[in-house]
């Protein structure tokens, strides 16, 4: 009796092994097929998002465009209209050339972003004088016109660079740093200095606008923010920011109070020799 007891046992443990081992294989099957779709999820996903990037930078360029392009068909109509005096006429003429300025530095914006990604071209090259080339440039942009623009003078600093990146980088926080002096109460001034180590090249920009929103500090460096949507699309800090990757440096805001703000491109001198490499 007990003989068949310690069979039947045995078989029904058989029976509940061959179910368990059943079991596991088509756990395993159901967790290969979960990582299969998982992977082609994020095949999709890194498809997409460029498209979808794409789609918003192109919603925010034409909603803008459009409504530079209002304001001046609406100020060529007053322009023409012989009731207008020549006082207001001039006027308008300003609001015209903004707007113009304005669709420009949207277009030059886009332009660089597109070209975010390109291979680098460094060459040996003084960063001291590639930012004074940078500042005589933003000297002749209209949002510096009433802003005093102070480049220290520092020892010449070389360094291997591609100098349309660096200098895209440059020009994108002088022109920011102005643009938010201008915001600023007066002296309106923007102050550039530059300091190296055995280690690291720093680049600061200084302005003395009313400080950065605390709204807005941590998504800063990404497509599209602003704290004012008159001035662009929110693409020159991301700009500026992924130059200073290429050239394995970094860029972050060191400080922002009212009357004082300080962005430093931080690049370290052994990336930079690594470029030499490339």
Known sequence: MSTIAGAERLERERRLGDV???????????????????????????????LAM?????????????????????????????????????????????????????????????????????????????????????????????????????????????CKKLGSAVYNLLLNACQAANRGFPPKTVAVKLSEDQKFIDIRIEDSGSGVPASIRKTLFEPFVTSDRARGVGLGLTIAQLAAQDHGGVLYLEETVLGNTVFVLHLSKLALADLAQE
Do not use: Y
């Not at 979960?34 to 996903?45: C, G, T, Y």
């Not at 392009?69 to 015209?96: G, I, K, N, Y």
């Not at 460094?122 to 209209?142: C, D, F, G, V, Y």
């Open 20 to 50: 368990g081992a059943s079991d596991m294989r088509q756990q395993l099957g159901l967790f290969k097929e979960m990582q299969e779709k998982l992977r082609s999820a994020e095949m999709e996903l890194r498809r997409v998002e460029p």
């Open 54 to 162: 794409t789609g918003r930078l192109v919603q925010c360029i034409s909603h803008d465009l459009r409504h530079h392009l209002s304001a001046v068909c609406t100020s060529a109509e007053f322009m023409s209209d012989q009731r207008t005096t020549q006082a207001d006429r001039e006027t308008l003429l300003e609001e015209v050339s903004s707007a113009i300025n304005s669709m420009t530095d949207m277009l030059d914006s886009l332009l660089l972003f597109a070209q975010t990604g390109r291979k680098m071209h460094p060459e040996l090259w003084s960063i001291q004088l590639l930012i004074e080339q940078t500042a005589k440039m933003i000297r002749m942009h209209p949002d510096a016109q009433s802003v005093e623009l102070v480049i220290h003078e520092v020892a010449p600093v070389e360094c291997r660079m591609d």
